[in-house]
Structures are given as C-alpha cells and as structure tokens.
C-alpha cells in the first residue's frame, strides 16, 4: 500500500482536479444537475484563489467559508490533502470500472477506433458547461474533435440559438481552436426538423457550419406516411450530414415511444445522400433500436456514433453506442466518427 502524503505536498490543482474528476463521473451517471454543479463549482472556485488565500485556508482548515463549497466538497478537499483517495470518488470509479466491464470486446474495439463526437450541447442552450469545459473533457478522454451542436431557434425550451447567437458562437469555436490545437472544436448545430422537412436555420449559416445533425423534436406522433415524407426532405436536402436519434424515443425516465415511420425510405434516402444515421448513447435514448439500425446496416449507411451529451462527462457514453452497432458488424470505416478530422470535414464538404 502505498504511504500517505502530507497535505503539504499536494498542490491546489489537484484538489482542484480531484473535484472536477467527481463531478465528470457523477455527470456520466446523469445524477442530478445539482449535484454534479456542486462539485464542478467547488472546483472552478477553488481553482481561482490565489496562493495566499489557498494557503491561509489549508491552514485554517476554513474550506466552507468559502462561497460554492459545501461540507461534502469540503470534505473531498480535506481527504485529497490528507494523501487518500476521496470515498466519493472511490465509489464512482468502482462504478465506472463494472460499468465497462459489461461492454463486449468488439464494442471496446470501436469505442477505440473512435476519434470525434458529432453530437454535444453547451450551456448556450440547454447544456450545462461551456464549450471550452466541454473541449477540456472531450481532450481528457481521448478526443481528437468535438462538434459543438446547440439547438436551433424553434426549440426555444431549449435555448435555441437565433442566427446572431450562433454566429457569435462560431466566432467563440474560432478563438477557443487557437489554443486547443492540435485538438479541434467543430462548428456545429442540432437543427430542428420542421413539418415539412424544412430546416430551422437560415440556409446561408447552415453552409458555413463544419457539422449539420438535422434532429425530429415535434410532433413527433404523427402519422406514418407524413413523417417519412418529412424526414426524407430534410436528408436529402442540400445541408445535412447527421440524422440525429431518429425515433425520437425515450426509455428511461418519463418514457416515450418511437415515432412511427418508414425506416427503409429514410435509410435509403440518407445511404444516397451520404447522410449518417446516429447511433445516440445516451442512455435514456438507445436511438435507433436494433431493429432499425439492422435496417440501416443493410442499406448501406454510414454512422456515427455520438453521445448528445449535455454536460462533460457525458462525453464518455459513447461505449455503449459502440456495443450496440458492433453488435451488427458494422465495420468502422462506416463510422464517421473514427476518420482523421480532415477526412470528416471533406465529407460533410460534399455539400
């Protein structure tokens, strides 16, 4: 076993790394947004003292006089000075490791052919961290590329972002790149599908985005016919590149069924156009069910595997997309996501 260090030989950014590995895997469990910004925040405040004030605290022991940390963050600092391992973040790790253990071996292999995620918000819309915290994260796991896709402007219960916000946010992904490098941060959008396949954004933006994931978000009931005809316009329209979590269903939580539509007209209609079919990790969604990604799978379509993630840790979902389309032998030059960025952005170039 090895021996406890002194609370003096652990410095402020590991206290502050400890707190933020917390709030990563309790983001990943999708535990609550309380908890999870309990923990991040105590991080990104005690992440700001200066060294007089962090000394004089460790001292002092006064960790809860300072604003954002709680008695639970304080005592994950006192057990990370103390040279031991947090109980909390004990615990969570044991999770994570049973988590990854249930994957199979051909899931594993594709989560690690994998280079990119097509598919992620950020507190410019109904995410809960900003880009630049959502970058770090997709850095720490392994990431090459992340795209940047927040809600278009009909989803206004999401925030969606008008033309203005979004091109502000492009200006933001441009600057942010300057100091990711060689890491990249793709502009993106989740854009609303319209009743009649119609795109929520202006065409003119939609061109100058890096990623276009094109996502059905109402009405979602309707009828057989009028739903395939919807989501075959948007395909094969001039601006698409990702068919987001197509049925629209829920499976955990307040459930939801799948939108009912002709599943070979869609997935033939993307296979021709080169359109991706997502395959969503997250775990409410599970979106295509296996029947529909077997579909999909014989049409000859391309994939990605994405995680929609709305806070950083759940940028680590994506093991689970990968078991289910591993499941289907899909080899992973069909996956969009395991390309070099350069191949990626010359195919959502095409358009």
């Not at 609550?32 to 605290?57: I, N, P, T, V």
């Not at 410019?124 to 997709?138: C, I, Q, R, V």
Request: include cysteine.
């Amino acid at each position: 076993m090895a021996p406890q260090r002194g609370r003096d030989e652990v410095d402020q950014d590991e206290v502050v790394a400890t707190l933020h590995r917390v709030a990563f895997l309790l983001e990943r469990q999708q535990a609550s947004s309380y908890r999870c910004a309990a923990y991040r925040g105590a991080g990104d405040r005690l992440r700001e003292l200066d060294e007089a004030d962090w000394d004089q605290h460790r001292r002092a022991d006064s960790w809860q006089q300072i604003s954002g940390v709680g008695s639970k963050t304080a005592d994950v600092v006192r057990e990370v000075l103390a040279g031991s391992t947090p109980t909390v973040l004990a615990e969570l790790e044991a999770d994570l490791l049973e988590r990854e253990g249930r994957s199979t071996a051909a899931g594993r292999h594709l989560r690690e052919a994998i280079r990119g995620d097509l598919h992620s918000h950020t507190e410019a819309s109904d995410g809960s961290a900003p880009l630049e915290d959502m970058a770090l994260a997709g850095v720490q796991i392994g990431h090459e590329y992340l795209a940047v896709t927040d809600h278009s402007p009909r989803l206004t219960v999401a925030h969606g972002l008008t033309p203005a916000r979004l091109r502000r946010q492009m200006a933001r992904i441009a600057q942010a790149n300057e100091v990711l490098a060689p890491f990249r941060l793709l502009r993106g959008i989740e854009v609303d599908v319209l009743d009649d396949g119609g795109l929520d954004q202006e065409p003119a933006l939609l061109d100058e985005l890096d990623v276009v994931v094109a996502s059905v978000h109402s009405k979602l009931r309707m009828d057989r016919a009028a739903m395939t005809r919807r989501m075959v316009a948007a395909v094969t329209g001039p601006s698409v590149d990702v068919l987001g979590h197509c049925t629209g269903r829920r499976v955990l939580g307040r459930e939801r069924p799948p939108s009912d539509f002709d599943a070979r007209a869609v997935f033939e209609a993307c296979a021709e156009h080169q359109v991706a079919v997502e395959v969503n990790s997250r775990p409410d969604r599970r979106d295509p069910p296996e029947e529909l990604i077997a579909i999909a799978v014989e049409v000859g379509c391309l994939f990605t595997v994405d995680s929609d993630a709305h806070a950083p840790g759940q940028l680590d979902w994506l093991v689970d997309g990968c078991d289910r389309l591993a499941a289907h032998g899909v080899d992973a030059d069909r996956v969009v996501t395991t390309w070099p960025v350069d191949r990626l952005l010359a195919w959502t170039g095409r358009r």
